[in-house]
């Protein structure tokens, strides 16, 4: 028999642990907590509220996460949790961890700028190509291989990238 965990017997920062373990599924190297897609972990009696914000409202990987989250709790032994989901305040690259943007640019998507506080573009611009660092980048259509990227080419090594915009 599995013994289910309760919230009086599990801390929010175990919580925050197994969260972290959750990959976003559009880009696997980085997980849930680190995107800043997890805003909040409570505990209210015996449940445990997961508090998420999209990317972008509409994301469809959302639905995704929300039962890779609900898996997660389930094989750690946790089944009395809800997941709420806020739109407001709308989430910003600005909950992304240095951490997150370092793994984005080694996965060869440029992270976001946020030195350009998007003002230069919509949506701002890389600094540079994450494969050969040049500054020489030519933007191709504002968006990527999903909506919360564009998608650039590099002049110089002539290969295509994602941008991960900035909002």
């Given amino acids: 028999m599995i013994n289910e965990t309760t919230s009086a017997s599990i ?9 972290s373990e959750v990959l976003d599924p559009e880009v696997p190297v980085l997980n849930v907590v680190e ?27 959302m639905s995704v996460i929300e039962s890779d ?3 997660k709790m389930k094989e750690k032994n946790i089944s009395n949790l809800s997941i709420k989901t806020v739109l407001s305040p709308a989430w910003t690259t600005d ?8 793994k984005l640019k080694e996965y060869g998507i440029a992270p976001p700028n946020k030195d350009h506080t998007c003002t230069d573009q919509l949506f701002g611009e890389p600094d540079e190509c994450p494969f050969c ?15 919360c990227k564009s998608l650039y080419v590099c002049n110089d090594c002539k290969e ?6 900035c909002h």
């Fill in 11 to 19: 801390s929010a920062n175990t919580v925050w642990d197994y969260l």
């Fill in 35 to 61: 995107l800043g897609i997890v805003r909040k972990v409570e505990f209210n009696n015996e449940e445990i509220i997961i508090t998420i914000t999209p990317t972008y409202s509409g994301c469809p990987a």
């Fill in 69 to 71: 989250i609900v898996s």
């Fill in 95 to 102: 909950w992304m961890s240095k951490e997150a943007k370092g």
């Fill in 133 to 147: 660092n040049s500054s020489n980048t030519e933007l191709k259509s504002q968006f990527g291989s999903t909506a």
């Fill in 160 to 165: 295509p990238f994602d941008y991960f915009k």
